[in-house]
């Protein structure tokens, strides 16, 4: 391409945008969930907690944080399974927790993610 026809591209913006739109390109909302949740330790919400949520491989989509009584909430979430953890330092130890959700498009999933302590978190 020569640098008339380069520079013509940029100007009217085709190259930066087409470019732009397929990276940002989101699932139409007919195929998206919503995760909603409490982190538990015992009978006590966990407020202000950061709650992780990966892909069943492995790999981290968001986070959020508790608010006051525990909850959190994710929305917009592609179909598929995922896994929602939190960890939270104790004295000597962690208590840790997962949960597994398998997100359908236009449902809300409602999760408990239960904290368990652990003496010791391996890193």
């Known amino acids: ?70 909850r959190f909430a994710f929305d917009s979430i592609a179909a598929g399974p995922y896994i929602l953890s939190s960890v939270k330092a104790v004295s000597n130890g962690f208590s840790v927790g997962e949960a597994s959700v398998a997100v359908e498009p236009n449902r809300m999933h409602v999760v408990t993610i239960r904290l368990v302590y652990e003496p010791y978190w391996p890193r």
């Open 1 to 70: 391409m020569n640098r008339l026809a380069f520079a013509l591209l940029l100007s009217t913006g085709l190259g930066a945008d087409s470019a732009r739109s397929t990276a940002t390109a989101q699932p139409p909302p007919s195929v998206l969930g919503q995760i909603r949740g409490v982190v538990m330790e015992g009978d006590r919400p966990q407020p202000n907690l950061k709650v992780t949520l990966r892909t069943d491989v492995g790999e981290p989509v968001a986070t959020r944080q508790t608010d006051l009584e525990g």
